[in-house]
């Protein structure tokens, strides 16, 4: 897998994915109330944390994007 995901990129991921995945469990947020609402929003929480650990996404990678400034060869 060759990295696809930037530096910036990267962080945005990271801190959008800790905000979500840590929203769902703060009984104040209106998904509280909606348990598949709140699991979807989980589930994309942890795949942008995902992501940005390993710094490839699938998707950029079907479509040929890339926000990585340094071209690894294979």
């Known amino acids: 897998m060759r990295p696809n995901i930037g530096y910036a990129d990267r962080i945005l991921r990271a ?3 800790l905000a979500l995945t840590v929203g769902t469990f ?3 947020m209106p998904l509280a109330g909606a348990p ?3 699991a979807i929003v989980f589930t994309v929480g942890l795949v942008l944390l995902l992501t940005a ?3 490839f996404c699938p998707l950029y990678r079907l479509i040929g ?3 990585c400034k340094v071209q690894f060869h294979d």
């Open 65 to 67: 994007v890339s926000t």
């Open 26 to 28: 703060l009984h104040s």
């Open 36 to 38: 598949v609402l709140q």
């Open 53 to 55: 650990a390993v710094r």
């Open 15 to 17: 801190i959008i994915g």
